[in-house]
């Protein structure tokens, strides 16, 4: 597999797609983006100040757009927020790219959402009842982030696209 190909981060909040993402960016030699400062830089706020002025659905639009505009330019790694899963178009796009699953127990993701104002009323079983089905369909590789730490989800997707763990440039 070419190490120039886009790479789709997944996972449910407090799964570690910003963290592990930004390792798998310097590995590859590609630009890293998050939906967070996407929002940020196009619409002047992160994901819970828009929710709570233009709501969830556009949220979700904006979230959506953020994952679409990054798949069709030059090859990056892209944490995608859990709710573009939601979007046939976005699955749709990610076939164009490696798709990992950065995934842990409900108890670990909502351990990890504790320490964060981001989302202070989320509930991991919910997300995940709405969304799992989802990522099973267009993830590529599966980590599990409740055992495996960010540099080693970044060596398991290097050997996944066939480079070696040396080869990290």
Known sequence: MAKNKPVVM????GSGKTTSG????????LPFTDSDQYLQDRYGATSAPIAAREGK????????????DMLAGEPKVIAAAASTLESPEVRAAM???F???VDATDDV??????????????????????RERFFHEVADLICDVGVLSPEQVRDEVLRKM?????DHT
Request: hydrophobic share 40%.
């Open 162 to 166: 066939g480079l070696p763990d040396g």
């Open 95 to 97: 076939g164009r790219a």
């Open 99 to 101: 798709v990992v699953w």
């Open 109 to 130: 993701l909502a351990r990890r959402m504790r320490t964060s104002d981001h989302r202070p009323d989320y509930d991991p079983a919910t997300m995940r009842a709405r």
């Open 22 to 29: 930004r390792l798998i960016a310097a590995a590859l030699g």
């Open 57 to 68: 659905e556009t949220l979700h639009r904006y979230e959506a757009e953020h994952v679409l």
């Open 10 to 13: 997944i996972g449910l909040m």
